[in-house]
């Protein structure tokens, strides 16, 4: 989509749609303050007689006479609470209307709405405008926005807004190449596949790759991971990617779990909505994505990106409940339950990479625990982490693209719970608290480095609460969030 910016109020001749955001209560002052639709007072008139100028919901009017071809009011509701949402889920609903009238150069008017982005509107578009069609044999007919023009006021700075706008756009863009990534059914993105994706995207940020098989795996001394490999015919993968920028004084990892498919090894999943678990590579997903953001923006910060990626399945070579592995970093684990897999992959590639990288931050993403869906539901995220300043940076980056996050407790008490009978630690806890338990496991692979552990087991997808992200896709969660904090931590 082209973006661009004016501050005149020449109409140019292919729009087809002038969107007018307002207030509830408002729409008169947007209107009649909008240098572009005040000339028409037939619209004016006809908007008063067959509309509804309350602002509380979208309005659209066609007008063919007009320099526009059609209005879009865009309703936002009243003018309080978290006006960036408001914003967005306003222009996410807005998006079936122009769909539905095949609009595909808008004019965007935003003189007299300074505290509304063109950044909301842009993320909006894109996220609600993405389809999963890779698999469908019919070309998908709808007509897509591909040119933005929005109008401003004189006084505001086109370049800062121009820069701004293409920040979101990238930002989408990356969280659109997750959702790709996150659809796509396990035949058809094994952990090989992952990888090869993984160098291709390498190849177009231009940075390193190092991708480990099993055989290196194996002699690096990963058991744990390899153990959940071993009852799938695929061969695990562990990918990392390396972005460096010369004025970087930080390096952060981000590792996301990318099991293709999770059917629960030996502890067998029901299988009532089994095909679900193809989503559990959401994580890997989330980190590639922002990876992505991170490289486009060329952001002075070093990012060491990881994904362990194996499947979760069961042969006669699969891991036994009882069965005890010993991990990178030397500890022993026994396995109670083989549906506990996440952290098993996560634990070798999160002590691999402190001890590889020295990452001064590390941040994990994971579809981990079933349990984080009934303690948050799928609005939020949770969050884990023994480090507050973390905490708040992840949080606030979170709030800033609606990827919200709520922090669930760490600590002693409930990191006994992991002790082993047998070994050092055993890979679930009691039948209580399964997403603190988990993060407990993790913090035993963290050495001393920062870290924070986010659990997006009920958003990765069917994520409730935003008009412009599709419930029943994967939803990107993590790539904007992550984006965002790494943006903001190197500027
Ligand atoms: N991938 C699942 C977690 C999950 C479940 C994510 C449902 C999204 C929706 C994970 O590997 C898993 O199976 N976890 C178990 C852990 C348990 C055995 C301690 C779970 O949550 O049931
Ligand atoms: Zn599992
Ligand atoms: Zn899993």
Known sequence: MDIHFITNCEIEPEVDCLI???????????????????????????????????????????????????????????????????????????????????????LLELEHTPDLQTRHFVAALNLAQYEHTAFKTKASETVKVDNLCVHICPSKEITIEQGKANRAQTFTECA???????????????????????????????????????????KLGMGALLSVSAGSSEEAQLITLKHTHPSANKTVAIVGKGVTFDSGGISLKPGKGMQEMKYDMCGAAAVLGAFKAICECNAAINVICVVPSSENLVNGEATKPGDIVTAYNGKTVEIYNTDAEGRLLLCDAMAYTAETHKPDIMVDVATLTGACIVALGHEMSAIITEDEDLKSELIEAGSQVHERLWPLPINDDYKALLKGNDADLCNIGPAYAGTVTAACFLSNFTG???????????????????????????????????????MNISE
């Open 448 to 486: 001393d480095t920062r870290w924070a552990h986010l659990d997006i087991a009920g958003t990765a997808w069917g994520m409730k609460g935003c008009s412009y992200i599709n419930e029943n896709l994967a939803s990107g969660f993590g790539t904007r969030l992550l984006a965002k904090w790494l």
């Open 176 to 218: 659109n190449f997750a959702r790709d990534l996150g659809n796509a059914p396990g035949n058809a993105l094994t952990p090989k596949i992952l990888a090869d994706k993984a160098r291709e995207l390498a190849k177009v940020t231009e940075s390193e790759i190092e991708v480990l098989g099993e055989k290196e795996m194996k």
């Open 20 to 106: 007018i955001p307002a207030w509830e209560n408002e729409v008169h002052v947007a209107i009649n303050s909008s240098l572009i639709a005040v000339e028409d007072q037939t619209s004016l008139n006809l908007i008063n007689d067959r509309g509804n100028m309350s602002g509380k919901d979208l309005f659209y009017l066609p007008t063919p006479m007009s320099a526009y071809r059609g209005i879009l009011i865009l309703g936002l509701g009243k003018k309080e609470g978290d006006l960036s949402h408001k914003f967005r889920n306003a222009t996410g609903k807005a998006v079936g209307l122009l769909q539905k009238y095949k609009k595909h150069h808008l």
